[in-house]
């Protein structure tokens, strides 16, 4: 028996026409597989006078996100406004007003998921979100569906796009970070204020997503160490390729033993592993079960029609399977002074004798081993002195790097961590 699902969109941009899209022409074929019909009842929009390609007479159009949660035959509101407040404010009321949800808003989903998941439970009602994360690729739903009697062990992703487009331009191209940025706003992979990208927050924010899903517990954003791109120069990709490792900006969550790490940063990868190979803006998430094993999400992480699609599955699975449950696990967040790994150092110094040794001695006060140790002259008089080490505590690291990076004789330093 086919049922009609009445659906109200809060946001017409370039998310919420292709949703409308999408849905208008693929109804017949929903209709046919899911026996639901699916229903464009009414728009909310920002601006009503603003002129769209997309025809919208047979759709009853508001600026009051409201009326979409007052309106009694709407079962589903699609939040696509962005944001933080005003869609926290439609979340919350739809789904006290029993209405199912389904954003693609990682920002909001990442501070303000489990209390989401709480309404939704007590209304008896449903939340999806696939394509907060990783726009196409089903990640969430196969936590949520696939994985769900597994204990996930790892995760470990390329999650935003316009860094690691720009990482490749700087390694296929030898390009400098700020040209590779330009270039990135030039196709369109980079916002003009980028700074949520190359800063880190965007793929914390998302890691934030995939982490409370994952594990089964609530995380913050306090929870999580990171830091972005901008540090890097092309000498650190120069040399990461020549010792056999490419660089990525990498979200990383792994629990054990009851502690939770989660934590966003660059770091180098053997080229001999499955991540390496991820280039321009698509995304990659390589989650690895007690059971499953390892498992590779590989795909375009945005774009139109790719997470249009997604909020539209995340649509029909809404009214196919009703209501949530949830019940979280609890874990010991670890604090980032904990992680123990190898790390890749670059210190740009003067040209002098005795600096080596001064280097190497605050390494061996602060009980780090070194692996390896790269000078080469240049036609400059500043130097880059590349040195990686074996594990080692990352506050012992970071204080060895301070305390080196504030000698008189370097000019520019860098850190980063090895996988």
């Known amino acids: 028996m086919n049922r009609k699902i009445s659906i109200g969109i809060a946001g017409l941009g370039n998310i919420g026409q292709g949703v409308a899209r999408i849905i208008e022409s693929n109804r017949d074929k929903i209709l046919k597989k899911t026996g639901i019909e699916l229903d464009i009842r ?119 796009g316009t860094t690691n487009f720009i990482l490749t331009r700087m390694s296929r191209e030898g390009l400098d970070y700020k040209d590779a940025l330009k270039q990135a706003q030039k196709l369109g992979f980079a916002e003009a204020d980028p700074s949520l990208d190359v800063g880190g927050d965007d793929a914390a924010q998302k890691l934030a997503v995939l982490s409370r899903i994952a594990f089964n517990t609530d995380v913050s954003l306090d929870d999580i160490y990171y830091e972005g791109i901008t540090g890097i120069r092309p000498v650190d990709i120069s040399y990461a390729c020549e010792m056999g490792y490419e660089i990525k900006l990498l979200a990383i969550a792994r629990q054990e033993k009851g502690r939770l790490e989660m934590r966003v940063h660059p770091a180098l990868i053997p080229k001999s592993h499955i991540l390496a190979s991820i280039r321009d803006e698509i995304n990659a998430v390589l989650v690895t079960g007690e059971n499953i094993g390892e498992q590779l999400f590989y795909g375009k992480g945005a774009g139109q029609l790719p997470t249009a699609s997604t909020v539209v599955a995340d649509i029909i699975d809404v009214a196919r399977r009703g209501e949530m449950f949830y019940e979280y696990d609890r874990y010991e967040i670890q604090s980032i002074d904990d992680l123990k790994t190898e790390y890749y150092l670059r210190f740009d110094v003067d040209e002098m004798p005795g600096i080596l040794m001064q280097i190497t001695t605050v390494l061996t006060k602060h009980n780090i081993s070194v692996m390896s140790l790269i000078q080469k002259q240049t036609d400059s008089h500043v130097l880059p002195v590349i040195i990686t080490v074996h594990k080692t505590d990352e506050k012992n690291m970071q204080d060895a790097f301070k305390e080196i990076s504030s000698f008189d004789f370097v000019r520019s330093s860098n850190l980063m961590r090895v996988l």
């Open 42 to 160: 009414s728009v909310c929009i920002k601006d009503m006078q603003k002129k769209r390609t997309l025809p919208t007479d047979a759709y009853l159009m508001t600026d009051d996100y409201n009326r979409l949660v007052d309106d009694p035959q709407i079962d589903i509101v699609v939040e696509l406004i962005g944001g933080v407040d005003a869609a926290r404010d439609l979340i919350q009321k739809a789904l006290k007003a029993g209405k199912h949800v389904v954003t693609a808003n990682k920002a909001v989903m990442a501070k303000h998921g489990e209390e989401f998941f709480r309404l939704a439970e007590i209304n008896k009602v449903k939340i999806n979100y696939e394509a907060a994360v990783a726009g196409s690729i089903p990640v969430i739903r196969s936590f949520d569906v696939s994985f769900i009697s597994d204990r996930i062990i790892s995760i470990i992703g390329i999650i935003n």
